[in-house]
């Protein structure tokens, strides 16, 4: 069952971009977390995308939250799209898609495209925000607005 508005994010693990363990508990009600999912590294859409979070990094991060990206890449392409596009933030490798099995989706579009989903979850860990757009750049935005009213 895919998680929604107000669920609670469960624990997950997962590989990052430095081949190091990623564990939930240490991100999870310890700060906003926004959350991507994109299909793949260095294909248009999701380098714009990606560039897109680089390029707003900074005022996520003054507003109290750590973006993360998830694809179903591998570390070595992780590590490489990120020094690549110079990305600040943690990139997760979910080869297996246990990540994207514990938010309960597969595919958008009738199940032929990769989904395009960002979540912003809470200093509670509840998520607070869908959005799901086949469109990188309007991620970037919805995120962006919804952790500033996470402020208020």
């Known amino acids: 069952m ?3 508005v107000g669920d609670k994010v469960p624990h997950f693990i997962s590989i990052d971009l430095n081949g190091n363990i990623f564990d939930s508990a240490n991100h999870i009600e310890k700060k906003i977390l926004v959350l991507y999912f994109y299909p793949k590294n260095n294909t248009t859409i999701c380098t714009t995308q990606a560039c897109s979070f680089r390029d707003s990094y900074q005022e996520f991060v ?3 939250a ?3 990206g998830v694809s179903a890449d591998d570390a070595v392409s992780h590590g490489a799209f990120a020094d690549k596009y110079n990305l600040p933030f943690n990139l997760l490798s979910d080869q297996d898609g246990t990540v994207k099995n514990v938010f309960g989706f597969q595919k958008s ?3 032929l495209l990769p989904a395009r989903i960002t979540y912003v979850i809470n200093r509670q860990g509840v998520i607070t925000m869908i959005f799901n757009n086949l469109l990188g750049a309007q991620h ?3 995120a962006l607005e919804e952790v500033k009213k996470l402020q208020l």
């Open 62 to 64: 003054d507003l109290g």
């Open 140 to 142: 970037i935005v919805r």
């Open 66 to 68: 750590e973006v993360i």
């Open 109 to 111: 579009l009738f199940g």
């Open 2 to 4: 895919a998680l929604k």
